[in-house]
């Protein structure tokens, strides 16, 4: 459960930061990604998410500046809404729970351009082996350049992130980050499409009326 929270909020604050503002970093690859993601209004793709031994899969919708949903079909019928100020979570049977969070209130957040200037601050930028592409995984036909981000502090949650991108299209292909506690959270995606012109709509949940329902979830004990 706590792993299925923190992969959803995970992928609200990176989603949002990547296409927040044009990050300035040391990289010109990295920048180069950035001036690309500025020309995305919208995309939808399939997503995988592996924490530790765990996978999940679904489908991720985006739309500018900072609104996020992710349906999925492992595990079924959860869904995950982000429409710039609040972040809602459902979690169908046995549980049947609405986690709901007004991020903005909540302190610091990455889920805005907020977020990017975090990562330009506390995570240092570089090829993590040069500048050309190479495997994805042992034995791929599929072809990346790796940039690694490495926290400056400890107090960050995540000691390193790993951006997988397509040289070719400049999109992300997988993010790979290892936790303080040394745990693996590895995000796919796949088949995008850009620019489809989404509507806000999609951004609003209406969740069973049987659900439970909790508030400030991310403060909880």
Request: charge should be negative; aromatic fraction near 10%; include cysteine.
């Amino acid at each position: 459960m706590k792993k299925f929270l923190c992969a959803a909020v995970f992928v609200c604050v990176f989603c949002t930061a990547v296409f927040s503002q044009e990050i300035t970093t040391a990289s010109d690859f990295f920048k180069s990604v950035s001036d690309r993601y500025a020309e995305i209004k919208d995309y939808e793709a399939d997503i995988d998410i592996t924490i530790g031994k765990s996978e999940m899969k679904g489908k991720i919708s985006f739309k500018r500046p900072e609104m996020i949903r992710i349906d999925f079909s492992d595990p079924a019928e959860q869904v995950v809404v982000f429409n710039g100020d609040d972040l809602t979570i459902y979690l169908p049977s046995p549980t049947s729970a609405i986690l709901e969070q007004n991020v903005t209130a909540s302190g610091p957040n990455a889920a805005t351009s907020q977020g990017l200037s975090l990562l330009r601050r506390y995570y240092t930028v570089a090829y993590e082996s040069g500048q050309s592409a190479v495997p994805l995984d042992e034995n791929s036909d599929e072809m990346v350049v790796n940039l690694l981000l490495s926290r400056r502090s400890a107090a960050e949650a995540f000691r390193t992130i790993k951006l997988s991108v397509d040289p070719s299209t400049k999109l992300i292909r997988r993010v790979a980050a290892v936790s303080s506690q040394d745990v693996d959270y590895i995000f796919d995606f796949h088949n995008y499409n850009l620019n489809v012109n989404i509507s806000d709509q999609r951004f609003i949940y209406d969740p069973p009326s049987s659900a439970n329902n909790y508030n400030n979830f991310l403060l909880s004990e």
